[in-house]
Structure formats: C-alpha cells, structure tokens
C-alpha cells in the first residue's frame, strides 16, 4: 500500500514538473504587462516603452506597459503582488519604491517578501535645480541663502516618501539646513512650479530635468554622482560642497515572488540580454542612465544593499510617514 502512494506521489510530482517545463517552453504565448509606478511620459514610462519595443522582437508578443502611479510606487507594487504567479505580470521597480518602502512602514507591503528579482537595468543621478532668479548660482549659495531666508525656502517633490523627497531630506539633512516641503503628484508639476518660482528647487533625475535646464528654465546647481553626469558636464557633484554625499536613482524589474525559477530565469535571461545590446543603450543615453545589465543575483545582491542604504539615510533624517 505505501509503495503504491509513494508511486502515485512521484508520477504526480513528475506530471506537475512536465505541466511547469511546457509552460516555462511556450513561455510567453500571450501579451506580458508592464507596471510601472510612475505617471505616462516619466523616466520609467520611457524606459519601459523601449524594453517593450525590444522584447517584442524577440518574443513576437507584446509588452503592455500600464502606468499606475500613487503612493510613491506602492500602488503599482501592490497591483502585482496580487497577481498570479504566472510569469504574465512584471514590476518596473525603481529607487522611488524602495525609499517609499522605509518611509511608509505601515504599507502591506514587503519588497524581499513579495517579489523575485528579473533585472538590474541601470542608474541615474538626480540633479539639483533651482529657479534661475534665485540668487543662487552653486550648491554654497544655496545652503547659505537656506540658512538666512525668511520665510523658508520651498522645495517640491513627486510625493512624500519618493525618492526626489528622500533625496532633499537627505541634502537637507547633511548640509544642517531647513527648508519647507511642497509635495506634488509627479515630477513634471514640481519642475514646473520650480520654474514658475511656485517653489525654489528640486531634485529631479537627470532625464526629467534635462529639458527645462536646456530650456533656461531651471538651473543645475548640482548632481549626486561623485563625478559629472555626461548629460551635465558643467555641473559639479554635490559631494565637492556636501563631502560625502552620493545618492541615485535606479531602475531594475522583478515578478511576482512565486512565479517558478525556471520560468523567472528564461525571462531574466531575455531581458538582461535585451538591457546588454548596444540599440538599448543607445536609446537611453538621452536619459542619462548608466547601464548595469545584471541578473536575478546581481539584483538580489543590489536589492539588498540598497535596502540598507536607504535605512540608513531615513534613520539618519528621522524621516517616518506612516498614518498616525
């Protein structure tokens, strides 16, 4: 009797193991979706959009890409998490979502938890601008006119806990000054009240600023690379006013955590090789990103210390926004 439940166990193991290697084969047989916690038109909608384009010529299966910001990322996290596990729903998961993670520690949310890592696509420096009738030419001036204003100067961000926030509280933080808050629901509205002189300044990823620093209508003060961006070769580091200060954005994509690893290593494979062509580079050097290209480990590795990094500069800056 036991050898007949231990064959009916095996045979059973062994047709679910066939059913998973057919599935993982055919993979993908129908269109793929693409969240993405940031608005249409941002730096991850672009970067999406491209990967998408890619990836359809090599699979001849279309990638949706479904914008859903909110929540500095959360949102769209919490979209895929409840999705099955099928390998049919990804994440773009960004910097932007990993800070959220440690500023909102009430979300019913585990990044570790929840989901597998896919990719590590690239990163970004953030720029500093501030408006260009500011008296302030350099990241000193600023400091010193934060320091001496009254009323406070204002700052604006995508939203409380995102990672253009956490980068201002972490400048604020390590410079010993003060300014006021002005969240926003996206980059593009606080670039352009920075502007329109609504608020003074801003950290922005590189790419969704560069139009407005070109345009004369914001001006750089700094990046938070340790070395110039390519795209702003006449804006100094943070860190030569600031020592030490180094912060970036980055931009990677994982899957829903129980998706089979079979199944999660043929869709790295494909889009790490997509990240690594030259075509995909090429296309987001416009957007300043330094592409990495790094698999499921890689990711795993880099998720984890960039969990402790962005502990590290919330604890540092007393920065908590749960419901109270």
């Given amino acids: 009797m036991r050898s007949t439940k231990m064959l009916a166990v095996i045979w ?15 993979f993908p047989d ?14 991850p909608d672009i970067i999406a959009r491209f990967l998408s384009e890619r990836l359809y010529k090599s699979w001849n299966q279309r990638i949706v890409v479904d914008a859903r910001p909110g929540v500095a990322g959360a949102l769209s996290a919490e979209i895929v998490a ?9 994440l773009l998961m960004t910097s932007q979502l990993a800070a959220a993670e440690k500023v909102y520690k009430d979300l019913k949310l585990d990044l570790e938890r929840d989901f597998a890592s896919v990719a590590l696509i690239g990163s970004v420096p953030y720029v500093l601008v501030v408006n260009p009738q500011l008296p302030a030419k350099s990241v000193a001036d600023l400091i010193q006119l934060a320091r001496t204003s009254s009323p406070q100067l204002r700052y604006g961000s995508a939203g409380p806990g995102g990672g253009e926030h956490l980068c201002m509280v972490y400048f604020l933080n390590a410079a010993g000054v003060q300014m006021l808050h002005v969240p926003y629901k996206g980059i593009a509205q606080a670039l352009g009240d920075t502007a329109s002189r609504e608020v003074h300044t801003v950290f922005a990823v590189v790419p969704a600023a560069l139009p407005l620093v070109n345009g004369g209508r914001v001006r750089a003060i700094g990046v938070t690379s340790t070395k110039r961006a390519p795209l702003l070769p006449d804006v100094p580091p943070i860190a030569d006013t600031v020592p030490g200060f180094e912060n970036f954005g980055w931009y990677s994509v994982v899957a829903p955590k129980a998706i089979p690893a079979a199944l999660l290593d043929k869709i790295s494979a494909e889009v790490v090789k997509v990240v690594k062509e030259p075509e995909y580079a090429e296309q987001l050097k416009v957007l300043g990103i330094d592409i990495i290209g ?9 998720r984890r210390s960039e969990s402790r990094r962005m502990g590290e500069i919330v604890k540092s800056a007393n920065l908590d926004l749960s419901a109270k």
């Fill in 12 to 26: 059973m193991s062994l047709a679910v193991a066939a059913v998973a290697h057919a599935a993982t084969t055919a």
């Fill in 30 to 43: 129908k269109p793929i979706r693409l969240v993405i916690g940031s608005a249409p038109g941002s730096g």
């Fill in 294 to 302: 790094g698999g499921r480990a890689e990711l795993d590795a880099f």
């Fill in 82 to 90: 409840r999705t099955a596990a099928d390998g049919y729903t990804w």
